[in-house]
Every structure is written in structure tokens, then in C-alpha cells.
Nanobody, 123 residues
Framework: EVQLQASGGGSVQAGGSLRLSCVAS????????ISWFRQAPGKGREGVSG????????YYADSVKGRFTISSDNARKTVFLQMNSLKAEDTAVYYC????????????????WGQGTLVTVSS
């Protein structure tokens, strides 16, 4: 049974920080990139960040570079997204997902979707 369990969302004032976690199980974790996507109400889903569990390469959308940091604890099959200097436009449901080798989050090629966790940033 494939599971990607996201947690850590909440409400924060602009300029604040949150740390999201994604715990994976039921598939070959080391063969995938684990990526974060987000979707605001009425808008399309967009790739935010990703990390390769093969080589550690990371990806960040231009809108979050310098503010968000992705990391992975392979032993615990957990990926984190540290979000600093949050802005109102970061408000969205954040999803973690398993992305196959050779793709990055903005390709929107996903093998397994996880649950969402809501992030609300007040201006």
C-alpha cells in the first residue's frame, strides 16, 4: 500500500515560517524524487520543490527560491520542506508526490500522490 503522508501545515502571519513533512511507505523510495506541489482554490496545481533520492539534486520554483529549503532523511523515508519568509501568495494546499526519474516537478509527471496539508498565510 503506497502512502505519502503530509503534515505540518497551519496558519501563520506573513514573514513567518512553517516546516512540512512527508512520510513515504509502500514503494521504492530511493528510486524516486519526492516533490511538493501546491494548489490554491480555483487555480491549477504547480510544482514547488523536489529532491532526488538518488543524487540529492534539488529543484525550486522561481517563486520560492531563497525562501524554501527541501531536504530528505532517507533512513526515515521522510522529506521536509522548510518554508521561511512566507507570503500571502503562498497560501495553498500543499501535496507531496513521488516523481519518476528523469522528471522534475513542473513536468507534472507523478506516479503517486499523497494527501494535502493546508498552509494559510495572513498578510
Amino acid at each position: 500500500e503506497v502512502q505519502l503522508q503530509a503534515s505540518g501545515g497551519g496558519s501563520v502571519q506573513a514573514g513567518g515560517s512553517l516546516r512540512l513533512s512527508c512520510v513515504a511507505s509502500g514503494f521504492s523510495f530511493d528510486d524516486y524524487s519526492i516533490s511538493w506541489f501546491r494548489q490554491a482554490p480555483g487555480k491549477g496545481r504547480e510544482g514547488v520543490s523536489g529532491i532526488s533520492n538518488r543524487d540529492g539534486n534539488t529543484y525550486y520554483a522561481d517563486s520560492v527560491k531563497g525562501r524554501f529549503t527541501i531536504s530528505s532523511d532517507n533512513a526515515r523515508k521522510t522529506v521536509f520542506l522548510q518554508m521561511n519568509s512566507l507570503k500571502a501568495e503562498d497560501t495553498a494546499v500543499y501535496y507531496c508526490a513521488a516523481v519518476p526519474p528523469g522528471h522534475r516537478p513542473d513536468d507534472l509527471i507523478v506516479d503517486f500522490w499523497g494527501q494535502g496539508t493546508l498552509v494559510t498565510v495572513s498578510s
